[in-house]
């Protein structure tokens, strides 16, 4: 295991953009982290470097056979100017668990996290200052063996890019409108659903532009064997309130575990309120609006932390939820885990990890 | 749409390797096809060029959400030094059918042929000519957007390269062993099964990897949701005869339509066999033998053509077929659809053309 990071800082600097006009993912800052695997070596050469293009033959198997792994998490910059991450070691760990469902070799995380506080720290002055902004860390792993054989790769290349992005809410947290897919799947039990892996978003980009075109800003995906059991959104796992109970679909091995998500979980418990994950149809939760009990629907994510759902479009029919407005568990969660990430909320469970 | 094909020659020739040395998907030729699309442009740049390195921000979308399509076909010399395809309208229509799933602009099949034939032709002396050797040829396509989004990318490469590969079967046909999969899952329903794209072969990667552990070459797949239908192995449709019979899984959405697999239906039928495209459980095939009604199994496609088995590990259980010897219409299937692709015999289908 490679300890030492080399670092060769970049000549010239790149041209900031103005807090107010970020968008997510389109613009990256002046450093990157890489590091390399192969069979003898096992992971090594990990350094710091300008961002740049990278080189690959065209039979280098990422190319081909969609062997690639990845997370999401951010920076967050406080009002006295420090920077903190949020429960890095979860990302780490899910990146290990999706490295052993794609069969690629396990990183160690500590090591991981410790390059990427210092990637940041290089480029700190790339973390945009305005509410609601952050900066967005994308780790990922490519196979980059040169062979067309249907085989794990031999050899990987891990890096860490960096992205100023936006506030997720430009005017403040407002309730999104979801469709309920019925036709195509996005995984299946004994499948990559767990796993954070390129394929699970190629698979849902028809569903989500169908969706789109009728109006719908995400869908929510259905179990595969039944289409009955709810699983997940786009790239949010979900939560309902149905008569007082706060409701999430338990980890079967076809959702992703999000980070939000286990947060939310330990928030709720603190709180002293009734949370169960458990089994949940779509027609329960049908039930349960008829009935008037559908008190509150939102999606759980790094990139929006809490998006509120305002409507569902279900079988031809539209659910409406707490009149399309954010409901209040919603927007307790969001401004107390947001304050948490910003440093102006207690870290009562110890989340936060400051970047020195 | 784009006509002209710009050509550059490469300045340097690589070495060849032998014939007998040939491995699958390893050595690549001298040059290589490309072409680019953009929103306004359309697919745009159509060119030859030496094979050459890709160099891509690490934003680029093909390192994250694995939304890449492939297809793969075969060149073969003939013993008078001609050069003949087979069906390569068939690997476009498919290859059009993965985009369409995958939200890729559609390609025109024609001028892809056209460029395709074009750089075969200049490649030509890769060919290998020992028996059982040919040229493969691995048109794809990559999203090539910088941008972090979960969305389909607004730019594309689509590229085709090629590679000399040697016999499938060193010392002639013979049967392999296959893993009946029972815990993991390829594809389902509503997925991405049907489409030749990066993300089902990832996830297969550990399934195979665990057979081959147990001394098992592949796995075979059964249906997503019940886990009961058999859908296909691999990297080759499958086919079983049973008491006369000869049975293949219809295509239900998730198993992709092998040209292989099409060649043989018409044959089977031209012969007056009787053949059927059904549903098809394991259990059945495991009745089948139980009463000694099982003759034949084989699985089909473009790396070795047919491909007889021997033995299926099912449920703790050993199911030899035919005493672990190559079958009757297994040889015959592979000796005649060789012979067309080989144009040692009569190419009654019509399904070869050659390369000028
Ligand atoms: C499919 C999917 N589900 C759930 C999540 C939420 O996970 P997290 O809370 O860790 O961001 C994400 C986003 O990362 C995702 O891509
Ligand atoms: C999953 C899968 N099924 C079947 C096949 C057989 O298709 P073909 O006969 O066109 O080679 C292939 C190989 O291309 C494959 O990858």
Redesign the pocket.
């Known amino acids: 295991m490679t300890t030492k990071i080399d670092i060769t800082l970049s000549e010239t600097k790149k041209e900031k953009p103005e807090s107010g006009q970020l968008e997510f993912g389109r613009v990256f800052t002046d450093h990157m982290f890489v590091m390399d695997y192969s069979p003898t070596k096992g992971w090594h050469d990990a350094r710091i470097t300008p961002y740049e293009p990278i080189s690959l033959n065209p039979s280098s198997m990422v190319f081909h056979y969609g062997q690639t792994v990845f997370e999401?998490l951010k920076a967050y910059r406080t009002e006295d100017d420090k920077v903190l991450l949020f429960r890095p070691e979860k990302n780490m760990q899910r990146l290990n668990l999706s490295n052993e469902r794609l069969c690629i070799p396990q990183i160690d995380g500590d090591f991981v996290i410790e390059a990427l506080k210092q990637l940041v720290a290089i480029d700190k002055d790339w973390i945009p200052t305005a509410e609601g902004t952050s900066l967005y860390i994308r780790p990922f792993i490519i196979p980059t063996e040169y062979y067309l054989g249907v085989a794990p790769s031999k050899f990987y290349r891990f890096m860490i890019i960096l992205s100023p992005v936006g506030s997720y809410y430009k005017e403040g947290i407002h309730p999104v409108k979801i469709f309920v897919e019925n036709q195509y799947v996005r995984a299946v039990a004994g499948g990559t659903g767990k796993a954070?892996t390129g394929g699970?978003y190629a698979s849902s980009l028809k569903a989500q532009e169908e969706a789109s075109k009728k109006g719908y800003s995400q869908v929510l995906w259905l179990d595969g064997v039944e289409k009955k059991y709810i699983e997940?959104v786009?790239?949010?796992?979900i939560f309902f309130k149905i008569n007082g109970e706060v409701v999430t679909p338990e980890l079967n091995g076809s959702?992703?575990e999000?980070?939000?998500?286990n947060s939310i979980l330990k928030m709720l418990s603190h709180w002293g309120m009734v949370v169960s994950e458990r089994k949940l149809s779509m027609e329960e939760v049908y039930q349960a609006y008829k009935q008037g009990l559908l008190e509150e629907a939102f999606g759980?994510?790094?990139?929006a932390v809490i998006s509120p759902i305002g409507e569902f479009y279900y079988n031809d029919e539209k659910i409406t939820i707490n009149d399309g407005e954010t409901g209040e568990i919603s927007k307790k969660l969001y401004d107390t885990l947001t304050g948490i990430q910003k440093g102006t909320h207690e870290d009562i469970f110890n989340w936060v990890t400051e970047v020195k």
């Open positions: 999401g954070k699970n997940e786009g790239s949010m796992n959702i992703l999000g980070v939000t998500r759980t994510g790094t990139a």
